[in-house]
């Protein structure tokens, strides 16, 4: 079992680091753990929790992306239908298969013809990944899928597969993977200036949660900041041309009884013909998502009263008879895409997904753009630079051959060790847990689901659902205390457990005794 630990601001400070990586969103997290894996003392800060930012607040899915076909980008498809494959496997209890029914209408940009070619495609592009090939269906086809879809205008359409996961927890999964390995990772560490020695960034000066200073000294500092990308590339150089254009993706929670699908639904929005998705979250769906640009702070970001009339609008349009209104939107949430700037005067969703590595006038290496399911291949390029970096021992040509490959492609992140999960459900009965809860356990901890189960024997009240809505309990609470680097209540109810977006309250009936089991 992965036992990870917090390294603390001060105690940086005396570590002699080969690279110090700024962000801990999953980009910052899969550099941090490739370095490790390749034998670098690295370490990790973040000026809030891990994964707060972009990296908690997607679309929770693993996915070729099907829509990048329309715009020819063969080879960004490829690579992540490639990844998805990889994470199906190296994290099987944070990442699902998931069916997606794709309905074509009649009057949609995408007639039922154009889908067919397009998710032939796809399956061509994903053969040998471990999901089935995508079918397509006559109107009569579809509506045995999905009885409840609009039947006015239907046409037709498709099935296929992508993969859905949990966003926040892979960040600390593949996090504690990096600290199992030597490395080290600190939140709540903001960085208030650059270190330069002899006109290169040599480290950085940070402030902890409580007001801890301490100046952390690398070889190489590599900014994975996200939507806060430029504002460091500004530390640097202040004359350094802007990379980013930045979208605002928001997202809107409903009971899923409301809509009465059973699987994902892939569909077009009305209103201006773009790719959606209304996706199952056990007994809740999520609406999503919106691409709008975006100018201010990234940490305020929240979903519009426009936002929430665009996702119901366009859920209704697909499931007419659910007639969802404000009233029912158990949750939202929103998140700032950090996209490359092609300066194109087009719409925001139009914005290519491909990703961007830069180095510095004072050489930091800065990676921006990119997408959720390609951040293992984004680390990978990151460390390989970092690796040519002569003061490492490389070259531009020939990075050190001893640390060539890092294996992230087929060492199991904590909790996916295996793909069989039967023997926890078993034990789970046995100690007299509802099957939801057992469920929820065993898509949260994968195998270490083990470790909860040892704490509820030393202890049956820790069996207590700490919220009424939610089939978490209070054993969890202690795990991931004790596993998972939190500092705050809201770490928990936020990104380790999901209560903020999954239930009615937002988690506030489960604050008091989170708060106490921390304590």
Partial sequence: MTVSVRTAVQDLAGRELDLLVIGGGITGAGILRDAAMRGLRAALVDQGDFGAGTSSRSSRLIHGGLRYLEHGQM??????????SILLRIAPHLVHPLPFAFPAFKGDRVPRWKLAVGLGLYGVLAAGGNVPRPRIFGKAGMLALEPNLRVKGLTGGGLYYDAQCDDARLVIGTLRSAIAHGAHACNYARVTALVTENGRVAGVDLVGEVGQVAQVRAKTVVNATGPWTD?????EDPAAEPLLRLTQGSHIVARRSRLGHT???TCLSPIDGRVMFILPWGDLSYIGTTDTDYTGDPAQVHPTREDITYLLRSANSVFPHARLDEHDVVASWAGVRALIDGHSAGPASSVSREHKVVTGSGGMISVAGGKLTTYRRMAAEVVDLVLADRRLGGSAETPDSTHASAGTDTEPLPGGESATFEPFQTAGAELGLPPATVEHLIRTFGTETAAVYNLI????KLRQQIHPEHPAIAAEVVQIVRREMVVYPEDVLTRRLR????????????????????A
């Fill in 499 to 518: 209560l903020a977006t999954e239930t009615s309250d937002g988690g506030k009936a489960a604050l008091n005794r989170v708060a106490a089991l921390m």
């Fill in 75 to 84: 080879r960004l498809v490829f690579e992540a239908l490639r990844e998805r």
């Fill in 231 to 235: 504002q460091l590339r500004k530390m």
């Fill in 263 to 265: 699987r994902a639904i």
């Fill in 457 to 460: 024997r030393g202890d049956r």
